[in-house]
């Protein structure tokens, strides 16, 4: 069940900003011994790849923290980010770690499910991060954008670090979407309202 909770971390992580996730798992198992990339993935330890997610990952987070051209950055990542996290969810869920000792289990007879998973996981997170983005640049004119980018990025590093070290507090995560979604919601309804009201304010004047 670790390996799950490892590749769910992940996908999540790739949701909020495709890169981290693949970089850090290139990273940890070509320089240290906390990963163990199994044998279908050992392409993300290669120094040529680490290097292009680097440089991909250096765009990504100039590109997100600027008002309007992150918008146009989130419609590209719709495809990206979830396509990281398929990788991710398929990499993470068969690694050996210091805490999943014994992967594959799970998921030995089928090894596209966990793609298919990771590429959900991480497309449910894109849309809530690019629906959020509109309703943060509105409410604070654009200022909150690079804050947000910002916030989002430390938290895909943890996330990953703690999929990878710690998968049982990916829960902690996930709750915490459970109450996200709601707060999001209501806020879209309530910017809805207000445009709705200043434009009728408008035609009565």
């Not at 990499?91 to 210091?98: L, N």
């Not at 298919?116 to 509105?138: C, D, E, S, T, Y």
């Given at each position: 069940?670790?390996?799950v909770?490892?590749?769910?971390g992940l ?9 981290i ?8 198992s ?6 163990e990339?199994?044998s ?5 330890g290669n120094?040529?790849v ?7 990952l250096a ?6 923290k600027v ?5 146009v950055?989130d ?7 979830p396509t990281a ?8 869920a068969?690694?050996?770690t ?5 992967p594959?289990t799970?998921?030995s007879?089928?090894q ?5 998973v990771?590429?959900?996981i991480a ?6 991060k690019?629906?959020?983005?509109p ?8 200022v909150?954008?690079p804050?947000?980018s910002?916030?989002e990025?430390?938290t895909s ?7 990878l ?8 995560f996930l709750?915490?979407l459970v109450?996200?979604?709601?707060w999001?919601?209501r806020?879209?309804r309530k910017?809805r ?7 009728a ?5």
């Amino acid at each position: 069940m670790l390996e799950v909770l490892t590749g769910s971390g992940l996908a999540a992580s790739a949701g909020l900003n495709a890169y981290i996730p693949l970089l850090l798992m290139g990273l940890l198992s070509r320089y240290t011994d906390l990963v163990e990339l199994p044998s279908g993935w050992q392409w993300l330890g290669n120094g040529w790849v680490v290097l292009i997610l680097a440089v991909l990952l250096a765009v990504e987070m100039v590109a997100d923290k600027v008002p309007v051209v992150d918008h146009v950055n989130d419609v590209v990542q719709t495809v990206v980010r979830p396509t990281a996290g398929g990788l991710a969810f398929g990499a993470g869920a068969g690694s050996e770690t210091v805490t999943v000792s014994d992967p594959d289990t799970f998921f030995s007879s089928h090894q596209w499910v966990p793609v298919v998973v990771g590429v959900l996981i991480a497309l449910g997170v894109h849309l809530l991060k690019a629906a959020a983005r509109p309703v943060i640049n509105a409410t604070t004119a654009g200022v909150g954008a690079p804050v947000a980018s910002t916030a989002e990025d430390a938290t895909s590093v943890v996330m990953s670090v703690v999929a990878l070290l710690l998968p049982v507090l990916v829960l902690v995560f996930l709750l915490g979407l459970v109450f996200f979604v709601p707060w999001l919601f209501r806020r879209r309804r309530k910017r809805r309202r207000e445009r709705a009201a200043a434009r009728a304010a408008g035609f009565r004047v």
